[in-house]
């Protein structure tokens, strides 16, 4: 779509516990071979957009190694851009270096595109959408902003995130924080992906500073939709979680990971998952590997026994050693005689001397990167 300028807003991402102390939750693993940013420019490029700015915050070597070269996402890198956008000066004042001034800072990539319509989504929620499908319930609006939300039965999943009251007509009536008061009741939840015309998007951003200097694109647009314009509303209808903690992570990554619950609404044929491609041998299984109900990315080496779990690339589980209900970042090693059961493992951890490491489905142990237990 020619007509529309995405922006991939990194600025307001979820901090995963201790996962996220040393990385972007953009950059990182989620089901063995991708990253969450994988999710949001997915449904970008598979929608036909492919002008796209990324809004980081910080951590810029994390996000920039994953995304390697940009002929990786776009399908035409002569007509197609992918940018990576930083307010450098605002990096050591946390709490000015917000995605608004990020886009004041780097106001070129709106001044000097010729879209109508700027698309700007997060990449804590996860789903699968067709992006043409919103911009065109957005321009028969009529309105100049629009916001997309989902509905869900499960408020407690998505405690602390924002619930829209829609009106009878479409329209954003108030914005309320998800909390235990909403128990047991239907709400609709933002997804924090906006539709905005680019005209009014650039008189917001000349306005922000008599409004807040604090607020982020996301508080802005809800100020604007309480007290200056009608904000519309488009239902997303298909599955959706929110990605804000380390005990979230690991039971939506196996949710899914299983089929009936989560895959066959995250994976089809018709819109392809596209990550960063290493240049790795295939998984070589031994003759006693015993490898059931998992995800098991390239370059790994499994003699010992493996149970619904999932790991990333280059990880060893050597004879004798089994993995039950874990997820293993990459270069993990798991050495003989060693069992371990609801973990979730940093890069290059070693486990070797204590025979029996586990957490609960509930609080799963995080071990640090580089550790050696």
């Known amino acids: 779509m020619n007509n529309v300028l995405a922006l991939v807003d990194l600025h307001n991402s979820k901090k995963i516990d201790v996962l996220t102390e040393q990385r972007e939750l953009a950059s990182t693993t989620f089901l063995a071979r991708y ?3 994988d999710y949001a420019l997915s449904n970008l490029i598979n929608s036909g957009i492919d002008d796209i700015s990324i809004l980081a915050r910080s951590n810029f070597r994390s996000i ?22 930083m307010n450098e000066k605002a990096i050591p004042s946390p709490q000015f270096n917000t995605d608004v001034h990020n886009l004041q ?34 321009a028969a609006s009529g309105k100049v902003i629009s916001v997309l939300y989902g509905t869900t039965n499960e408020p407690s999943e998505y405690a602390g995130c924002h619930k829209i009251v829609v009106d009878a007509i479409g329209n954003a009536q108030k914005f309320d924080v998800i909390s235990e008061d909403d128990k047991n009741k239907e709400v609709n939840v933002s997804l ?19 409004i807040s200097e604090l607020f982020s694109l996301d508080e802005l647009f809800r100020y604007i939709a309480h007290y200056e314009n009608d904000m519309n509303c488009i239902k997303h209808d298909g599955y959706f979680r929110c990605f804000d903690s380390l005990a979230k992570y690991y039971k939506y990554s196996f949710e899914i990971m299983d089929y009936k619950n ?21 998984v070589l299984y031994g003759k006693n590997a015993d490898v059931r109900q998992s995800i098991v990315a ?48 940093d890069k290059r951890c ?11 489905k509930d609080e799963p142990l995080y071990v640090k990167r580089g550790a050696i237990i």
């Not at 070693?350 to 609960?360: D, I, L, M, P």
């Open 35 to 37: 990253a969450f940013i």
């Open 64 to 85: 920039s190694k994953h995304l390697g070269p940009v002929s990786t996402y776009l399908k035409n890198t002569k007509t197609g851009f992918l940018n990576v956008l």
């Open 105 to 138: 800072e780097n106001d070129y990539i709106l001044y000097d595109s010729n879209c109508k319509y700027v698309l700007i989504t997060p990449v804590h929620f996860v789903y699968k959408i067709d992006f043409q499908k919103v911009i065109d319930e957005h």
């Open 192 to 210: 924090e992906t906006y539709v905005v015309n680019m005209e009014f998007l650039k008189d917001i951003l000349r306005r922000a500073k008599d």
């Open 262 to 282: 989560g895959a066959d609404k995250i994976f089809s044929t018709d819109n392809l998952l596209l990550t960063t491609t290493h240049n790795s041998r295939p």
């Open 298 to 345: 390239n370059g790994s080496t499994i003699n010992g026994k493996v149970r619904h779990s999932i790991l990333s690339r280059d990880v060893v589980i050597e004879e004798g050693a089994s993995v039950e209900d874990c997820i293993l970042f990459t270069h993990t090693v798991v050495k003989k005689g060693v069992h371990l059961r609801n973990v979730v493992a």
């Open 350 to 360: 070693v486990f070797e001397t204590k025979e029996n490491v586990s957490g609960t």
